[in-house]
């Protein structure tokens, strides 16, 4: 009987692939975890007060309309973002592709079974 991790059972070896993904994941999500800005907290009133308006929760996705309303008719607002985008976008471009990163994974595993 061959082994499970042999190089010719596809099987094994795909099972191996996504726990090495898995694991590059969690790896990314834990070294982005430790590297938030305090800016993100909004933990102190000058931070709330520049910043309060542009960071959202997920409520953000049942009002995008309005979200977007309000930042067109706010130069201030629109230079304020700029600004925040400017010096965070790196970090919110790691995000995003670990996020994209698990949500392939999950169409990878899905495909699998």
């Known amino acids: 009987m061959s082994s499970f991790t042999a190089d010719n059972n596809a099987c094994g070896q795909t099972l191996l692939h996504l726990v090495a993904r898995g694991s590059a ?22 931070d709330l ?33 700029e600004e925040f985008r400017e010096n ?6 790691r995000f995003y592709k670990v996020f994209e990163s698990v949500y392939k994974y999950i169409c990878d595993i899905n495909r699998s079974l």
């Open 25 to 46: 994941i969690i790896a990314e999500l834990l070294r982005l975890a430790g590297n938030i800005p305090a800016v993100f907290y909004l933990n102190n009133k000058n």
């Open 49 to 81: 007060d520049r910043y309060g308006t542009l960071l959202s929760d997920f409520s953000y996705f049942t009002s995008v309309e309005s979200f977007n309303a309000k930042l067109d008719a706010s130069g201030d607002l629109q230079d304020r973002d």
């Open 88 to 93: 965070h976008l790196s970090l919110l471009k």
